[in-house]
């Protein structure tokens, strides 16, 4: 969107909103969040106007998840089952050609691809799926240099044109004390 004035777009109802993204024509918001008692799935909100949250996922899906270039479709992944296309206006899903049950989306690029990643501990195996004939190539692996206390590897991200990525890690590192004769 740019330099400009802030803009708040209010929720409409939706709780525990954890994860979002813009539509690359800017126009929608793609949020993961709860709406009643259902469980978490993916919600389209608008900038401008008061629409209610039109959902497009189902109920249960995981937070991972890429928009088309031209912000029409997303794909996003049901836990243990093969990624979805799906489709931000409503409609049918179909599934992604060559997604396997597991696979996480990351991005979705310009040239017709989704990038995706199964969830490791201390290193993450990235996928480029092309949509039109559903090979798969290996991208690239994340790997943090000092594996010591790595308890997993999130959030990811990159850009459409997969040039660069960014990721975070969770460490926990602690110690361990032996005390003698005590007793």
């Known amino acids: 969107i740019g330099l400009g004035t802030p803009k708040s777009v209010p929720l409409r109802g939706l709780d525990s909103c954890v994860w979002w993204d813009w539509t690359p024509d800017a126009t929608r918001l793609v949020v993961w969040a709860q709406h009643g008692d259902a469980g978490s799935r993916h919600f389209v909100l608008t900038i401008d106007g008061d629409e209610p949250p039109q959902p ?3 109920a249960g899906c995981g937070w991972w ?7 029409t479709r997303m794909v996003a992944s049901m836990p243990d089952r093969a990624p979805m296309i799906y489709p931000l206006s409503g ?18 690029s310009h040239d017709g691809a989704v990038f995706v990643f199964r969830s490791h501990r201390l290193c993450i195996a990235i996928d480029r799926v092309d949509l039109a004939t559903g090979a798969r190539t290996r991208w ?6 000092d594996p010591a206390g790595i308890m997993d590897i ?12 960014t990721y975070a890690y969770r460490r926990f590192i ?10």
């Open 65 to 71: 998840f890429g928009i088309s270039p031209d912000s």
């Open 91 to 108: 409609g049918d899903s179909e599934p992604l050609p060559g997604g396997k049950p597991g696979d996480l989306p990351i991005q979705w």
């Open 154 to 165: 999130q959030p990811i991200f990159m850009t459409r044109d997969g040039m660069h990525y």
């Open 56 to 58: 497009v996922t189902p």
């Open 140 to 145: 690239h692996d994340l790997r943090p240099s």
């Open 174 to 183: 602690s110690d361990l004390y032996i005390v003698e004769g005590l007793l």
